[in-house]
Structures are given as structure tokens and as C-alpha cells.
């Protein structure tokens, strides 16, 4: 079957693919679908796990487990830019809580939810994020932001509205 997928994402998936032993392709399925799931604007769609399943030339089921596992991936359209804030302990007993109240309240949407202009997505909780002496600490767009307060939100939130402006 030929790919649809445009030449700078098989030329990606391919720079992966080399990195590991002749036959292991399947360990470059988490780097392929990071690509095309930034090209699509953020979400997979079947078609597109269809086409990087024929292209690494592993089941499609492998892909979907994939996509679906990991909570970076999408498989519907959300926000251009993403929140995600950690709530493990560490998070928790300094403040994640009420961050993400804060950003609920702030942004007038649950977790897991994108703003009506599709600016911004609260993904779902996140168990842990990995930056404990940060705490409490979230992800916006895969970048580590520490040591919150309201008012740094605040700030993030400005930024990003502008960013959509």
C-alpha cells in the first residue's frame, strides 16, 4: 500500500526506525506517531494509525495499542496547546488541587475538555509527571513548569491566549 504520509514524516519515521536492530521497527512506532500526531494539529485518526502501521510494517494493532496507552497521544481533536498538570503526591500536597480548579474555573472547562476556540486542552490528570522537587508542577505543550502559583497560571494562561490571537 503507498503512504500518504507526507515526505518529512516518512523521512522522521525513518530516522527512527535506523536507530534500532534490522526486524525491531516496532520500537520506533512511539517517535512515528509523535510526528504525525503534530502535523495533524495534535489528534491521530484511524487512518493516520492505519498508515504508520503499513509504513513501519507492524500490525495495526500495535499502533493502536500505542496511541491509545500512552496519555501524549490524542485520537480526537483537542486544543492547540496543551495543559497537563501533575496531581500525584508530591503535586498534591502542594497544591495541584487547586491549580486545576483554578484552571477549570479560569478556562470554563473539565479536565479533558478544550476551550470553545480550541485554544487550549486540560487533558485529564496526570498520575505523575516525574519533576517531584518542582512540585506542584504541569506540562504545557511537553514543557516542564514548576514551582506554580496562581499567579504563574495566570501568566501561562495570558500567554497563551495571546499565542491564539
Avoid at 32 to 45: E, I, P, R, S
Avoid at 50 to 69: L, S
Avoid at 117 to 145: Q, R, S, W
Wanted: net charge negative; glycine share 4%.
Amino acid at each position: 500500500m503507498e503512504t500518504l504520509l507526507p515526505k518529512n514524516i516518512t523521512n522522521t519515521i525513518d530516522h527512527w526506525i535506523q536507530k534500532f536492530p534490522q526486524g525491531k521497527q516496532r520500537s520506533a512506532i512511539i517517535a512515528a506517531l509523535h510526528a504525525v500526531q503534530h502535523h495533524n494539529k495534535g489528534f491521530l485518526t484511524n487512518d493516520l494509525l492505519n498508515q504508520v502501521a503499513d509504513y513501519i510494517d507492524v500490525p495495526k494493532m500495535n499502533v493502536y495499542e500505542v496511541a491509545t496507552f500512552y496519555s501524549m497521544f490524542q485520537t480526537k481533536p483537542v486544543g492547540k496547546h496543551e495543559i497537563a498538570v501533575c496531581n500525584n503526591i508530591s503535586c498534591m500536597l502542594r497544591g495541584s488541587n487547586e491549580i486545576i480548579d483554578h484552571l477549570e474555573k479560569k478556562l470554563s472547562i473539565g479536565l479533558g475538555e478544550s476551550t470553545p476556540d480550541g485554544n487550549i486542552f486540560l487533558k485529564k490528570e496526570e498520575e505523575c509527571l516525574a519533576a517531584c522537587t518542582g512540585a506542584p508542577m504541569m506540562m504545557v505543550d511537553h514543557i516542564y513548569i514548576e514551582n506554580l502559583t496562581i499567579k504563574k497560571v495566570d501568566e501561562i494562561l495570558e500567554r497563551l491566549q495571546k499565542s491564539n490571537d
